[in-house]
Nanobody, 122 residues
Framework: QVQLVESGGGLVQAGGSLRLSCAASGRTLNSYATGWFRQAPGKEREFVASINRSGGNTYYADSVKGRFTISRDNAKNTVYLQMNSLKPEDTATYYC???????????????WGQGTQVTVSS
């Protein structure tokens, strides 16, 4: 198995940036495709971005396309989510998850981190 730990969340004003990190232990993270999901209060967990094992293919939700960038550094066993031009509606707990495929649905992800809170103020 792989253990995932997210970090980098915090409070930021609208228009600002944050970079989230997902550090893996156990198996190397390049054994897995990795996705970022988020869940706001009262909302379902939603897909944000995903990346395949090699990092050559990425996928984004329409709501974050052009603002967020997912990347991975397999040498560092870490996946990142660079979030720019943040909006209040981006406020959520962000989760890193691992899967065999870079899917957009949560059901194919079987390892999850504990989440990191991102709050974007007006």
């Amino acid at each position: 198995q792989v253990q995932l730990v997210e970090s980098g969340g915090g409070l930021v004003q609208a228009g600002g940036s944050l970079r989230l990190s997902c550090a893996a232990s156990g198996r190397t993270l390049n054994s897995y495709a990795t996705g970022w999901f988020r869940q706001a209060p009262g909302k379902e967990r939603e897909f944000v971005a995903s990346i395949n094992r090699s990092g050559g293919n990425t996928y984004y939700a329409d709501s974050v396309k052009g603002r967020f960038t997912i990347s991975r550094d397999n040498a560092k066993n870490t996946v990142y989510l660079q979030m720019n031009s943040l909006k209040p509606e981006d406020t959520a707990t962000y989760y890193c998850a691992a899967s065999w495929v870079a899917a957009t649905g949560p059901n194919e992800y079987f390892y999850w981190g504990q989440g990191t809170q991102v709050t974007v103020s007006s």
